[in-house]
Each structure stands twice: as C-alpha cells, then as structure tokens.
C-alpha cells in the first residue's frame, strides 16, 4: 500500500494565529513531499516541494515566511500558516512520491481550514 | 501559456453506460498523463499514467487514451455504477527528472441508478 495521512483533517481558528498541518507517509518512505491548496471547484495548486533534510522549495506567488515547511524525517512533513487570514480559509492537501518511485504521487485526504 | 481543460460541467449518465471524460492541453509536451478520482472532501486518488508513447491503457473498467497528436486524452468508465460517481481529474507531467505533474480543474461524474 502507500497510504498518507494528515492531521488535523480540519480546523477552526482565529485570525492572526498560526496553525500546524501534519503530513505522513504511514507505511513507506517518502523522499518527497508535496503542499497543494485547493479552492472549490478549482483545480490543485502546487504551493511547495519539501525534501527530507532540506528546504522547501516553494512556487511562484507563495510566501515562504507564511507557509513555513519543515520536512524533518521520511515519513514526515508538517505546514505551519503562520499568522492565518480569512483569505487562507482552504483545502490544504499533501503527497509523497516514494523513495525510487516514478511519477505516481499519493495524497492525504486533506485539511479543511477555515480562519473567522 | 501552458493550459489544461477539463469539461466543467458535470456529467450526467444512466447507471451501466460508458462514461467518456475529456482532458484537452495546449502548449505542452507531456511526457506522461495521469487520472486522478477525488470525492467531496477528500485527496485525490491516483488511477492511471500513460506515458507519451503509448495509445491506450486499462485497467478494471477503466480505460485511457492519449492523443499527442490531438493533445487530448479521453477516460472511460464502462458499466458504469453510482459509486464511480466524484471528479476525475487529469494530470500532465514533463517526465525527464521533473515528476511534478500540472492538474486540470477537473470534470464531475454523476451517475444515475
């Protein structure tokens, strides 16, 4: 198998706190992990690609010091929105490609946040 | 610019037909396409990848064809069932190293008992 995991699979919170999503590869290892947002009816959009040991390597428009990444083991990556906004309310989703893996990603079931 | 276009309006058919999804791409050279299933809520589910030299794949009643010609690749439910029923979403990727596919927005099935 090659299940992902992510927790928490939804969150409540104020505005101008920070939260944490957790993202793990429970049965394999995963060199790599991917960060997707995901607006209704909108397809997925790549935030950042996080190498265990390394840093993220994050796409055009995102802001790294917002959408802190840390990727600390090879089952393990976690997403910190630091100081959350109403407009950072989405569908927070992970992938890990295995270790020697092709293309073939496998996704966590997602995060649901909602920032008031 | 790169684009990818799925159909986004649902599709509606009758239990036991074939299902038919479209993804269309422009200014790309893939090197392998994949179809992803995603249920309201959840991650996507990785289905299928046909590689750029290849015309058709299947698997189960599933089957994917891959038109570099056309730039389009076309999905297919057979005897389709209510719990084929989610978004189907294609996926393009340059290959080379580069495993980082681009997703389209997606196409909702709907199918009917």
């Known amino acids: 198998g090659a299940v992902v995991s992510q927790h928490p699979s939804w969150v409540i919170c104020k505005s101008g706190t920070s939260v944490k999503i957790e993202c793990r590869s429970l049965d394999f290892q995963a060199t790599t992990m991917f960060w997707y947002r995901q607006f209704p009816k909108q397809s997925l959009m790549l935030m950042a690609t996080s190498n265990e040991g390394s840093k993220a390597t994050y796409e055009q428009g995102v802001e790294k010091d917002k959408f802190l990444i840390n990727h600390a083991s090879l089952t393990l990556s976690t997403l910190t929105v630091t100081s959350a906004h109403p407009e950072d309310s989405s569908f927070y989703i992970c992938s890990a490609k295995k270790r020697g893996g092709v293309e073939t990603q496998y996704f966590g079931p997602g995060t649901r946040l909602l920032v008031l | 610019s790169q684009k990818i276009e799925q159909n986004s309006e649902a599709l509606n058919i009758q239990e036991g037909k074939t299902a038919t999804l479209t993804c269309n791409y422009t200014n790309y050279s893939p090197a392998y396409l994949q179809w992803y299933r995603q249920d309201p809520g959840r991650g996507p589910v990785f289905l299928l990848l046909i590689r750029e030299n290849e015309k058709e794949k299947r698997k189960e009643r599933l089957k994917v064809t891959f038109d570099t010609t056309l730039k389009q690749s076309l999905f297919h439910i057979t005897a389709s069932q209510p719990a084929d029923s989610a978004t189907y979403l294609c996926?393009?990727?340059?290959?080379?190293?580069?495993?980082?596919?681009?997703f389209g927005r997606g196409t909702s099935l709907i199918v009917h008992p």
């Open positions: 996926a393009l990727g340059r290959g080379g190293g580069s495993y980082i596919p681009t």
